[in-house]
């Protein structure tokens, strides 16, 4: 069954069903702490980016990271940037999804978090293999190194 927010005109994207279930955990977290607030924020966003619901994304995401300033999450942080640097990457905004991405591996290093730097060299992957050159950016170097090396990590 379709929300009844969803034009009738549009079939329903398949991710919507998540967006809803994070919206209905999100309102349930909000009652019980701020931690687990940050990780709805962060999926909320998440399944926003892949409905192509950018501005939506980002702010759920930036919500989220700022949750993890405020309890020290440095995991959460971690992730959040990654995941923001997708949002920005997929929204065409190359050099941040960059910065970015690249201040979520600098974190994940500090952390040492294999799972982190996998998902982190992941993204700068697919930002310099397959964005930077649709955009005429060039390659930004290193995507098969990335890639490979995100694989290594357990990516």
Not at 40 to 46: K, R, T, V
Not at 134 to 155: I, K, M, P, Y
Request: proline letters at 4%; hydrophobic letters at 45%; glycine letters at 12%.
């Amino acid at each position: 069954m379709q929300p009844v927010c969803w034009p009738s005109t549009r079939p329903m994207p398949a991710t919507m069903p998540a967006a809803i279930c994070w919206q209905e955990v999100l309102t349930l977290v909000r009652r019980t702490g701020i931690a687990l607030e940050a990780r709805a924020l962060s999926n909320l966003g998440a399944a926003y980016q892949y409905l192509g619901l950018f501005d939506e994304a980002r702010a759920f995401l930036e919500q989220g990271l700022a949750l993890c300033a405020l309890t020290g999450d440095r995991h959460g942080r971690a992730y959040i940037l990654v995941n923001l640097g997708g949002v920005s990457m997929l929204s065409g905004d190359l050099r941040s999804a960059r910065r970015l991405i690249e201040q979520g591996l600098s974190e994940a290093n500090d952390l040492d978090d294999a799972s982190l730097r996998a998902g982190g060299l992941w993204e700068l992957g697919r930002l310099d293999l397959c964005w930077a050159p649709r955009h005429g950016q060039g390659v930004f170097g290193g995507g098969a190194s990335h890639l490979s090396r995100s694989c290594a990590d357990g990516a």
